[in-house]
């Protein structure tokens, strides 16, 4: 291939490789079927790549049988040189076959033949995902993964279908709708469901969540933050933990959610899995939603009463990277100024927490989280001025 000339009109402009499955969009430019398939829905373009002009959201990719016809008689005529003829593709799935796949579906017998079928169809390309989306399939998944008399098989089937389908905003929002029904249905699923069940669930309302407005981020239970904070406890899998650690951060600052969060066991789950990791984005998340939690007197209380609250936080002070040691400051700031009883200020001490500081102003470290360092320093300085690990040269900028 590499020796031979291939006519210009043949190669696809976004990946500039020989089209399989060339299609025409509405502005009269053709693409091969994956690369403008990944375009617009994986990349959620809304524009002709070469033009530039905005296509519709339902847009039709209308395949260009002449253009197909002559690459595989170009690649025939050129099959001595090593050019393997191109394959006829298959046509995509239509609306009307997804929706008589779903009526034929309303027989209970059927249901598990039809979860088979959506998953090999939403398989095979995205365009077969949206089409999906548009013939129903949203609806009919999550009225499965809602019923209560179902097999759990079937409701775990369904809510992977679901997830792998990358919805659109529109059919996410949707799911929020319905007064709620829907969530409560994944929150069930994530107190009795599988391991699998509940990654996919909390998978599935992170991205919900994502596309949520204020007031029904404000007005989830504290049930909610009970759920992602079991899924955090019980370590399902990686991509599980993400988007607990996720939806606690996005979630968290809303209303009353702080409160929700602690009295769901935020607070100790984080510091148990502190103690236990390493890893540095894992860490970030962490402290991150530690932080935002130790805005409130709850959280705070939290995290001190725990034995290990204050020492795994100051651990990670310049261990783990800027960001990490950013929050672990910020947290330490909030202790010091709201929380900081006799008792808490000598347990800082104690834990190496003051002699950490006082290390960081001799360090390399962003200016902003030295910044920090200095105040809770300067916060507490009568009470640690008589201490031999604070260095002499700061002692005369402390106040008497």
Not at 238 to 245: D, E, N, R, V
Request: net charge positive; proline share 4%.
């Amino acid at each position: 291939m590499d020796e031979i000339d291939v006519p210009p009109f043949f190669l696809c402009p976004i990946s500039l490789e020989l089209m399989k499955d060339p299609v025409t969009v509405s502005t009269g430019i053709t693409y091969d079927r994956e690369s403008i398939e990944k375009w617009l829905f994986s990349g959620k373009n809304n524009t002709c790549p070469v033009t530039k002009q905005a296509l519709p959201a339902d847009c039709d990719l209308t395949p260009n049988h002449t253009l197909r016809r002559l690459i595989q008689s170009w690649c025939t005529m050129n099959a001595s040189h090593g050019v393997e003829r191109i394959p006829t593709p298959k046509p995509p799935i239509s609306k009307t076959q997804i929706a008589k796949l779903l009526n034929d579906a309303k027989s209970p017998h059927l249901n598990t033949k039809c979860l088979q079928k959506l998953r090999s169809i939403a398989s095979e390309s995205a365009a077969n995902k949206r089409c999906m989306e548009a013939a129903g399939a949203v609806e009919f998944l999550a009225s499965i993964v809602s019923s209560t008399t179902v097999e759990e098989a079937s409701s775990a089937d369904a809510l992977s279908i679901l997830y792998s389908l990358q919805l659109s905003e529109a059919a996410l929002k949707n799911l929020i709708g319905k007064n709620g029904e829907f969530i409560k249905s994944l929150l069930r699923v994530m107190q009795r469901g599988s391991y699998e069940s509940r990654a996919y669930s909390i998978l599935l309302l992170k991205s919900m969540m994502a596309v949520a407005d204020p007031m029904q981020m404000i007005r989830l239970e504290t049930e909610f933050f009970v759920e992602i904070v079991q899924v955090l406890h019980d370590q399902i899998s990686q991509q599980a933990s993400s988007a607990a650690l996720k939806l606690l951060i996005q979630l968290s600052p809303w209303g009353r959610n702080r409160i929700k969060a602690v009295n769901g066991g935020a607070v100790s789950v984080l510091i148990g899995l502190l103690l236990d990791s390493s890893e540095r984005r894992a860490c970030e998340m962490m402290l991150m939603a530690v932080d935002i939690l130790c805005g409130c007197a709850e959280g705070r209380a939290e995290l001190l009463e725990h034995a290990a609250g204050l020492a795994i936080v100051s651990k990670k002070i310049m261990r783990v990277s800027q960001v990490a040691t950013d929050k672990a400051v910020r947290i330490l700031l909030l202790v010091s100024k709201f929380s900081a009883t006799p008792a808490v200020i000598q347990e800082m001490l104690q834990l190496g927490v003051v002699a950490k500081l006082c290390v960081m102003l001799q360090m390399d470290c962003e200016n902003k989280a030295k910044e920090k360092a200095r105040e809770i320093l300067k916060l507490h300085a009568r009470a640690w001025r008589s201490s031999s690990c604070i260095p002499k040269n700061l002692l005369s900028s402390y106040p008497s």
